[in-house]
T-cell receptor, first 123, second 111 residues
Framework: DTGVSQNPRHKITKRGQNVTFRCDPI?????LYWYRQTLGQGPEFLTY????????KSRLLSDRFSAERPKGSFSTLEIQRTEQGDSAMYLC?????????????????????FGPGTRLTVL | GDSVTQMEGPVTLSEEAFLTINCTYT??????LFWYVQYPGEGLQLLLK?????DKGSNKGFEATYRKETTSFHLEKGSVQVSDSAVYFC??????????FGGGTRVLVKP
């Protein structure tokens, strides 16, 4: 399977605990995105990386949230001191963006491909 | 800021009925527009896209036309099947970065 993968698929934790999620993007995709989706709502953007650089963070991403993509491949999203309001589906997506060095973009550079998500329940 | 508004569901249809889900957007410039579908228990899947005005995206019998004059990207399918039961999300992408999604429309097709 060459799609976006996320682990774990489900996580139940007690309030105050720390949790970490992992996302493996489609290989060769240089952009990686994190979104959060609460029940009955559309996904909301949290942050994105181009290679290993974190280029944008939403105001939704409080100080308790941190994301990394240390080698420009997989990414982790950590939530410290979880709260019940953090209960949601956390979605990862990846896309291919032109590096600027290529003479023309390789393939479809607009489309974000999503993983199955990690459902977090904070008790 | 950017926003996407789509009709609230649930939309309940009989098999072979015509489906329309309205989507309008607010954004400066020229965003790309997308429809994603989420089947029960699964992640978001790209259904179709359009990157400029008057483009028509199509896939699996679904179509949507990018209408800049009405800032709309309505999704249509001429004859739905039970397997089309899902939640459909309209989204825009501006600047190549974050997607802005609508709230989703649940569609239930009954045999």
């Amino acid at each position: 399977d060459t799609g976006v993968s996320q682990n774990p698929r489900h996580k139940i934790t007690k309030r105050g605990q720390n949790v970490t999620f992992r996302c493996d993007p489609i290989s060769e995709h240089n952009r990686l995105y994190w979104y959060r989706q609460t029940l009955g709502q559309g996904p909301e953007f949290l942050t994105y990386f181009q290679n290993e650089a974190q280029l944008e963070k939403s105001r939704l991403l409080s100080d308790r949230f941190s994301a990394e993509r240390p080698k420009g491949s997989f990414s982790t999203l950590e939530i410290q001191r979880t709260e019940q309001g953090d209960s949601a589906m956390y979605l990862c997506a990846s896309s291919l963006a032109s590096s600027g060095r290529a003479r023309r973009p390789l393939g479809d550079t607009d489309t974000q491909y999503f993983g199955p998500g990690t459902r977090l329940t904070v008790l | 800021g950017d926003s996407v508004t789509q009709m609230e569901g649930p939309v309940t249809l009989s098999e072979e009925a015509f489906l329309t889900i309205n989507c309008t957007y607010t954004a400066t410039g020229y965003p790309s527009l997308f429809w994603y579908v989420q089947y029960p228990g699964e992640g978001l899947q790209l259904l179709l896209k359009a990157t400029k005005a008057d483009d028509k995206g199509s896939n699996k019998g679904f179509e949507a036309t990018y209408r800049k004059e009405t800032t709309s990207f309505h999704l249509e399918k001429g004859s739905v099947q039970v397997s089309d039961s899902a939640v459909y999300f309209c989204a825009l992408l501006r600047g190549g970065n974050k997607l802005t999604f609508g709230g989703g429309t649940r569609v239930l097709v009954k045999p």
